[in-house]
């Protein structure tokens, strides 16, 4: 059976700074064979950002702990268990700007930063 990966890998919210990938793959191991556990860092300022994602060998597997774990605690923290999305690529030589998702981000941002500016109205002019 032919399983697309992303029904195989769980995406894990909410982890505690101090879990390991080791702490992780525990956790999970019990629902079945891991493929790879990784938690991603924030090396500029070196430490994790709060998620992880488990992949699973068997879809089964993968959703018997989804059911189990989500909402589970871990190292004192209550995690977050989905299904892993894909992460969106861009095409090779295409400016990211050109990408639908980074306009509406764009566009999110520009219109919460539109608030915390004065208008131009406001301003006074420089003395010559």
């Known amino acids: 059976m032919n399983i ?7 995406y894990v919210g909410g982890l505690d700074a101090s879990t390991t ?3 992780l793959y525990a956790a999970f191991i019990p629902f ?4 790879e556990v990784n938690i991603p860092r924030d090396y500029a300022e070196n430490k994790t950002r709060g998620f992880g994602f488990v992949d699973f060998e068997e879809e089964e ?5 989804l059911e189990n ?26 400016a990211v700007w050109s990408a639908e998702e980074w306009i509406q981000n764009s ?18 002019p420089l003395p010559t």
Do not use: H, S, W, Y
């Not at 697309?4 to 769980?10: E, G, M």
């Not at 930063?113 to 131009?120: A, Q, S």
């Open 69 to 94: 774990m989500d909402g589970a605690e871990l190292l004192g923290k209550v995690i977050r268990c989905n299904i892993a999305k894909p992460m969106t690529k861009l095409q090779p030589g295409k």
């Open 107 to 124: 566009l999110k941002d520009d219109n919460l930063n539109e608030n915390d500016t004065e208008p131009l109205e406001a301003l006074e």
């Open 21 to 23: 990938e080791e702490i």
């Open 4 to 10: 697309p990966r992303k029904k195989k890998t769980i």
């Open 61 to 65: 597997d993968a959703a018997a702990a």
């Open 32 to 35: 079945g064979d891991l493929k």
